[in-house]
């Protein structure tokens, strides 16, 4: 699962600089001899390359890569017999929404938002009891993966532990909030919950790619 590029760092080129998308990055490139560039996931990492020179961000580059498949080789691959949850939000709070898809193939399972002034860490922690709820109603022997270490935390103590306050706007959210949490309390489950390993593996499959 490869990780997407949606930053280039160009340090060759007709201007030199951090650019948003292939398209850009090419123009920059494109008919000059010897260009250097690189791409990146986000742009404050392309940013830092760029201060870091070319020479420095390729030996990162490769070091980064070594680990990576260091790693690889220490976890294997992914359970392709499981779903994979994800959440996404506009600011924090901002409009949140949550899915689930099949691991495998990344078609959606279950999707819910969005909601007015949520956040990330509440729909993290409501993807994962959502993808409990379906698999029991399934009977399915599946697990659950979420890159999300804080939802999982909040899934085992059966509570949501936001620190946002409930208002008018928000008010559908927190009457989830409380469903899911009665449906942690009143539905024992064998399900294992299991962290992807974005690092390893890319972006978790459910991501709603916005990074």
Not at 11 to 39: D, L, N, R, S
Not at 100 to 123: A, S, W
Request: net charge positive; hydrophobic share 35%; glycine share 10%.
């Amino acid at each position: 699962m490869a990780e997407k590029k949606k930053y280039y760092t160009v340090w060759k080129g007709k201007t030199p600089g951090v650019y948003k998308g292939w398209e850009a990055c090419k123009k920059e490139i494109g008919g000059f001899k010897g260009a250097q560039y690189m791409g990146f996931a986000d742009r404050e990492e392309a940013q830092k390359a760029y201060r870091m020179g070319y020479g420095a961000a390729l030996a990162a580059k490769k070091r980064a890569k070594s680990a990576a498949e260091a790693s690889l080789a220490r976890l294997g691959s992914p359970n392709m017999n499981s779903i994979s949850v994800d959440a996404a939000s506009s600011g924090n709070p901002g409009k949140m929404e949550y899915q689930g898809v099949d691991t495998r193939t990344g078609k959606r399972l279950f999707h819910q938002g969005p909601f007015e002034e949520g956040t990330n860490n509440i729909g993290e922690f409501l993807a994962i009891v959502h993808g409990l709820a379906y698999l029991k109603k399934h009977g399915s022997d599946r697990i659950i993966y979420t890159d999300s270490r804080t939802a999982m935390s909040w899934v085992r103590k059966k509570k949501c532990n936001t620190k946002l306050e409930e208002n008018e706007k928000n008010d559908a959210l927190f009457e989830l909030i409380d469903r899911a949490e009665q449906w942690l309390r009143e539905h024992p489950y064998t399900t294992p919950v299991v962290k992807w390993e974005t690092k390893a593996w890319g972006e978790i499959p459910a991501d709603f790619g916005r990074k």
